[in-house]
Protein backbone atom coordinates (compact mmCIF):
# COMPACT_ATOMS: atom_id res chain seq x y z
CA UNK A 1 0.00 0.00 0.00
CA UNK A 2 1.17 3.16 -0.99
CA UNK A 3 1.51 5.77 2.08
CA UNK A 4 -0.28 8.71 1.87
CA UNK A 5 0.35 12.34 3.21
CA UNK A 6 -1.60 13.71 6.30
CA UNK A 7 -3.81 16.49 4.78
CA UNK A 8 -2.84 18.57 8.63
CA UNK A 9 0.56 18.07 9.57
CA UNK A 10 2.01 17.07 5.98
CA UNK A 11 3.94 13.56 7.39
CA UNK A 12 3.46 10.41 5.77
CA UNK A 13 1.12 7.69 7.44
CA UNK A 14 2.38 4.01 7.46
CA UNK A 15 -0.81 2.99 6.16
CA UNK A 16 -2.53 1.78 9.03
CA UNK A 17 -5.78 2.66 10.29
CA UNK A 18 -7.54 1.96 13.30
CA UNK A 19 -11.13 3.22 13.20
CA UNK A 20 -10.52 5.77 11.37
CA UNK A 21 -7.20 7.11 12.90
CA UNK A 22 -4.02 6.95 10.65
CA UNK A 23 -0.77 6.34 12.23
CA UNK A 24 1.97 9.12 11.07
CA UNK A 25 5.30 7.95 9.67
CA UNK A 26 6.77 10.69 12.36
CA UNK A 27 10.43 10.09 12.75
CA UNK A 28 12.15 10.07 15.96
CA UNK A 29 13.70 13.45 17.70
CA UNK A 30 17.71 13.98 17.16
CA UNK A 31 17.88 14.24 20.43
CA UNK A 32 16.72 10.74 21.20
CA UNK A 33 19.33 9.44 18.98
CA UNK A 34 22.23 11.56 20.23
CA UNK A 35 21.22 9.92 23.69
CA UNK A 36 21.14 6.18 22.70
CA UNK A 37 23.94 6.73 20.75
CA UNK A 38 25.95 7.96 23.80
CA UNK A 39 24.40 5.56 25.85
CA UNK A 40 25.69 3.32 23.71
CA UNK A 41 29.09 4.75 23.99
CA UNK A 42 29.29 4.90 28.08
CA UNK A 43 27.87 1.19 28.06
CA UNK A 44 31.14 0.20 25.79
CA UNK A 45 33.32 2.63 27.84
CA UNK A 46 32.23 0.70 30.79
CA UNK A 47 32.37 -2.56 29.79
CA UNK A 48 35.69 -2.09 28.77
CA UNK A 49 36.73 -0.78 31.93
CA UNK A 50 34.84 -2.91 34.69
CA UNK A 51 33.60 -6.41 34.83
CA UNK A 52 31.39 -7.38 32.89
CA UNK A 53 31.15 -10.50 30.04
CA UNK A 54 30.27 -13.73 31.95
CA UNK A 55 33.21 -16.67 30.75
CA UNK A 56 32.93 -20.50 31.76
CA UNK A 57 34.57 -20.09 34.88
CA UNK A 58 35.54 -16.31 35.88
CA UNK A 59 34.49 -13.16 33.66
CA UNK A 60 36.17 -10.18 32.13
CA UNK A 61 37.66 -8.08 35.08
CA UNK A 62 37.87 -4.73 33.12
CA UNK A 63 41.15 -2.96 32.57
CA UNK A 64 40.78 -0.98 36.23
CA UNK A 65 40.69 -4.52 38.22
CA UNK A 66 38.15 -3.67 40.09
CA UNK A 67 36.17 -6.14 42.36
CA UNK A 68 33.16 -5.40 44.37
CA UNK A 69 33.96 -8.23 46.70
CA UNK A 70 37.93 -6.62 47.79
CA UNK A 71 35.52 -3.16 47.75
CA UNK A 72 33.16 -5.08 50.56
CA UNK A 73 35.85 -6.81 52.37
CA UNK A 74 38.68 -3.06 52.25
CA UNK A 75 35.33 -1.45 53.91
CA UNK A 76 34.96 -4.08 56.18
CA UNK A 77 38.93 -4.11 57.36
CA UNK A 78 38.09 -0.40 57.13
CA UNK A 79 35.37 -0.54 59.90
CA UNK A 80 36.81 -3.17 62.37
CA UNK A 81 40.31 -0.79 62.30
CA UNK A 82 38.09 2.08 62.95
CA UNK A 83 36.34 0.56 65.79
CA UNK A 84 39.79 -0.86 67.54
CA UNK A 85 40.90 3.04 67.25
CA UNK A 86 37.62 4.23 68.58
CA UNK A 87 37.33 1.13 71.57
CA UNK A 88 41.31 1.59 72.39
CA UNK A 89 41.22 0.72 75.76
CA UNK A 90 39.65 -2.09 75.18
CA UNK A 91 42.01 -3.70 73.28
CA UNK A 92 44.63 -3.34 76.15
CA UNK A 93 43.31 -2.68 79.52
CA UNK A 94 42.12 -5.56 81.38
CA UNK A 95 38.70 -5.69 82.90
CA UNK A 96 39.43 -4.61 86.28
CA UNK A 97 41.31 -1.68 85.14
CA UNK A 98 38.53 -0.33 82.73
CA UNK A 99 36.10 -0.77 85.57
CA UNK A 100 38.13 1.55 87.65
CA UNK A 101 37.86 4.35 85.00
CA UNK A 102 34.58 6.20 85.78
CA UNK A 103 34.71 8.21 82.25
CA UNK A 104 34.21 4.98 80.20
CA UNK A 105 30.45 4.58 80.87
CA UNK A 106 29.73 8.17 79.86
CA UNK A 107 31.66 7.13 76.54
CA UNK A 108 30.87 4.14 75.74
CA UNK A 109 27.43 2.37 77.18
CA UNK A 110 25.18 3.40 74.55
CA UNK A 111 27.44 1.86 71.42
CA UNK A 112 28.40 -0.99 74.15
CA UNK A 113 24.19 -1.56 73.91
CA UNK A 114 24.35 -2.24 70.18
CA UNK A 115 26.38 -5.23 71.63
CA UNK A 116 24.54 -6.49 74.12
CA UNK A 117 21.70 -6.40 72.42
CA UNK A 118 22.54 -8.42 69.38
CA UNK A 119 24.04 -11.23 71.77
CA UNK A 120 22.60 -10.70 74.91
CA UNK A 121 18.62 -9.30 75.23
CA UNK A 122 16.94 -12.47 73.59
CA UNK A 123 17.66 -14.14 77.16
CA UNK A 124 18.44 -11.55 79.55
CA UNK A 125 16.05 -9.02 78.35
CA UNK A 126 16.57 -5.70 76.68
CA UNK A 127 17.25 -4.13 79.95
CA UNK A 128 19.18 -6.73 81.33
CA UNK A 129 15.80 -7.01 84.17
CA UNK A 130 15.91 -10.80 82.81
CA UNK A 131 12.82 -13.19 82.86
CA UNK A 132 11.76 -16.73 83.94
CA UNK A 133 14.35 -19.08 83.46
CA UNK A 134 16.74 -15.97 82.84
CA UNK A 135 18.44 -13.74 85.95
CA UNK A 136 18.35 -10.34 86.24
CA UNK A 137 21.34 -9.06 85.44
CA UNK A 138 21.03 -5.46 87.36
CA UNK A 139 20.54 -6.48 91.23
CA UNK A 140 23.23 -7.80 93.37
CA UNK A 141 22.28 -11.37 93.41
CA UNK A 142 25.10 -13.24 91.40
CA UNK A 143 25.41 -17.08 90.94
CA UNK A 144 28.88 -16.23 90.62
CA UNK A 145 30.01 -13.18 91.95
CA UNK A 146 29.36 -10.04 90.08
CA UNK A 147 32.76 -8.58 89.79
CA UNK A 148 33.98 -7.75 86.73
CA UNK A 149 36.59 -9.94 86.75
CA UNK A 150 34.07 -13.21 87.25
CA UNK A 151 30.91 -11.64 84.80
CA UNK A 152 34.29 -11.85 82.31
CA UNK A 153 35.18 -15.47 83.37
CA UNK A 154 31.78 -16.50 83.03
CA UNK A 155 30.75 -15.23 79.77
CA UNK A 156 34.27 -16.75 78.33
CA UNK A 157 33.07 -20.04 79.13
CA UNK A 158 29.65 -19.84 79.57
CA UNK A 159 27.24 -21.86 82.32
CA UNK A 160 26.84 -26.08 81.59
CA UNK A 161 28.24 -24.99 77.90
CA UNK A 162 30.35 -26.92 75.51
CA UNK A 163 33.74 -25.17 76.73
CA UNK A 164 35.74 -27.55 78.61
CA UNK A 165 35.86 -24.87 81.40
CA UNK A 166 32.27 -24.22 81.59
CA UNK A 167 31.39 -23.58 84.66
CA UNK A 168 29.02 -25.97 86.20
CA UNK A 169 25.56 -25.17 88.00
CA UNK A 170 22.21 -27.79 88.20
CA UNK A 171 19.80 -28.36 90.51
CA UNK A 172 18.90 -32.41 90.35
CA UNK A 173 16.20 -33.50 89.98
CA UNK A 174 15.12 -34.60 93.80
CA UNK A 175 11.86 -36.03 93.05
CA UNK A 176 11.32 -37.68 89.23
CA UNK A 177 14.85 -39.31 90.82
CA UNK A 178 13.38 -40.80 94.02
CA UNK A 179 15.66 -39.15 96.49
CA UNK A 180 12.58 -38.08 98.65
CA UNK A 181 9.11 -39.07 99.37
CA UNK A 182 6.06 -36.65 98.17
CA UNK A 183 5.46 -36.06 101.29
CA UNK A 184 9.06 -35.10 101.86
CA UNK A 185 9.37 -32.87 99.29
CA UNK A 186 6.45 -30.99 100.37
CA UNK A 187 8.01 -30.20 103.71
CA UNK A 188 11.27 -29.29 101.98
CA UNK A 189 9.23 -26.76 100.37
CA UNK A 190 8.08 -25.23 102.82
CA UNK A 191 11.30 -25.23 104.86
CA UNK A 192 12.15 -23.01 102.14
CA UNK A 193 9.15 -20.80 101.55
CA UNK A 194 10.36 -20.21 105.89
CA UNK A 195 13.75 -19.45 104.75
CA UNK A 196 12.56 -16.74 102.36
CA UNK A 197 10.38 -15.09 105.05
CA UNK A 198 7.06 -16.39 102.72
CA UNK A 199 4.03 -18.42 104.20
CA UNK A 200 4.42 -21.75 105.20
CA UNK A 201 3.25 -24.29 107.73
CA UNK A 202 5.31 -24.04 110.28
CA UNK A 203 5.29 -27.95 111.43
CA UNK A 204 6.19 -28.91 107.79
CA UNK A 205 9.37 -26.50 107.92
CA UNK A 206 10.36 -27.74 111.22
CA UNK A 207 10.20 -31.49 109.15
CA UNK A 208 12.03 -30.23 105.90
CA UNK A 209 14.98 -28.81 107.93
CA UNK A 210 16.48 -31.55 108.78
CA UNK A 211 15.75 -32.75 104.94
CA UNK A 212 17.19 -29.86 103.98
CA UNK A 213 20.67 -29.89 105.85
CA UNK A 214 21.05 -33.79 104.40
CA UNK A 215 20.32 -33.09 101.13
CA UNK A 216 20.35 -29.82 100.08
CA UNK A 217 22.56 -27.68 102.43
CA UNK A 218 25.98 -29.22 100.45
CA UNK A 219 25.30 -26.68 97.32
CA UNK A 220 22.82 -23.93 99.20
CA UNK A 221 24.88 -24.11 102.94
CA UNK A 222 23.11 -24.38 105.68
CA UNK A 223 21.55 -21.47 106.01
CA UNK A 224 20.65 -21.61 102.50
CA UNK A 225 22.30 -18.32 101.39
CA UNK A 226 23.57 -20.54 98.46
CA UNK A 227 27.64 -20.22 97.66
CA UNK A 228 29.52 -18.09 95.09
CA UNK A 229 32.14 -21.13 94.27
CA UNK A 230 28.95 -23.94 92.88
CA UNK A 231 26.33 -21.57 91.39
CA UNK A 232 23.86 -22.31 93.78
CA UNK A 233 21.36 -19.64 94.65
CA UNK A 234 20.12 -17.86 97.67
CA UNK A 235 17.38 -18.95 98.74
CA UNK A 236 16.67 -16.63 101.55
CA UNK A 237 15.96 -13.48 99.34
CA UNK A 238 13.14 -12.71 96.96
CA UNK A 239 15.43 -12.87 93.87
CA UNK A 240 13.93 -16.29 91.70
CA UNK A 241 15.01 -17.16 88.21
CA UNK A 242 12.24 -19.67 88.06
CA UNK A 243 9.79 -18.85 90.36
CA UNK A 244 9.69 -18.70 94.53
CA UNK A 245 6.04 -19.31 94.92
CA UNK A 246 5.17 -22.98 96.19
CA UNK A 247 4.22 -24.41 92.88
CA UNK A 248 7.17 -22.98 91.03
CA UNK A 249 9.32 -24.52 94.03
CA UNK A 250 7.71 -27.93 93.81
CA UNK A 251 8.46 -27.73 89.45
CA UNK A 252 11.90 -27.00 90.65
CA UNK A 253 12.39 -29.86 93.14
CA UNK A 254 10.78 -32.25 91.49
CA UNK A 255 12.13 -31.71 88.13
CA UNK A 256 15.29 -30.04 88.00
CA UNK A 257 16.89 -26.77 86.83
CA UNK A 258 20.05 -27.06 84.32
CA UNK A 259 19.94 -23.70 82.66
CA UNK A 260 22.73 -22.93 79.68
CA UNK A 261 24.84 -19.86 79.13
CA UNK A 262 26.61 -20.35 75.70
CA UNK A 263 30.09 -19.50 76.23
CA UNK A 264 31.51 -15.94 74.02
CA UNK A 265 34.58 -16.95 73.41
CA UNK A 266 34.44 -19.03 70.33
CA UNK A 267 32.16 -16.23 69.28
CA UNK A 268 33.13 -12.58 70.53
CA UNK A 269 36.73 -11.34 70.73
CA UNK A 270 38.45 -10.59 73.77
CA UNK A 271 37.59 -6.71 73.68
CA UNK A 272 33.82 -7.30 72.77
CA UNK A 273 33.72 -9.87 76.29
CA UNK A 274 35.27 -6.97 77.86
CA UNK A 275 33.28 -4.69 76.74
CA UNK A 276 29.92 -6.54 77.37
CA UNK A 277 31.63 -7.47 80.93
CA UNK A 278 31.47 -3.63 81.57
CA UNK A 279 28.03 -2.62 80.15
CA UNK A 280 26.67 -5.64 82.50
CA UNK A 281 28.94 -4.25 85.82
CA UNK A 282 27.50 -0.85 84.71
CA UNK A 283 23.82 -1.95 84.70
CA UNK A 284 24.36 -3.34 88.36
CA UNK A 285 25.45 -0.06 89.59
CA UNK A 286 22.43 2.04 89.09
CA UNK A 287 20.95 0.97 92.81
CA UNK A 288 23.70 2.47 94.50
CA UNK A 289 25.16 -1.39 95.60
CA UNK A 290 27.90 -2.65 94.56
Same mark, same amino acid.
Not at 83 to 105: H, I, N, Q, W
Not at 106 to 124: F, K, M, P, Q, T
Given at each position: ?46 W ?44 T ?31 H?? !?? +? ?5 P???? =? $? &? /??? %? ?16 ? !?? +? ?9 ? =? $? &? /??? %? ?29 ? =? ?23 A ?11 ? =? ?22 R ?16
Amino acid at each position: MKPERDEISGQETTGHEWNGIKELNTPMPKAFHIWLWLSIAVSVLLWILYPSFPFIKSYAGGILGYSSRIAVTDDVAAGRAQRSEAFAPFETMSVDELAADPGLRDAYEDEIAVLYRDNCSACHGR !NA +TGQTGFPNLTD =D $Q &W /LWS %GTPEEIEYTLQVGINSTH !ND +TRIAEMPAIGK =D $Q &W /LEK %GEIADVIDHVLLLSRQDHDPDAAARGAALFA =DNCASCHGDDGMGGLENGAPNLTDATWIYGGDRQSLH =DTVNNGRAGVMPHWSDRLTEAEIRKLTLYIWWAGQDDGDS
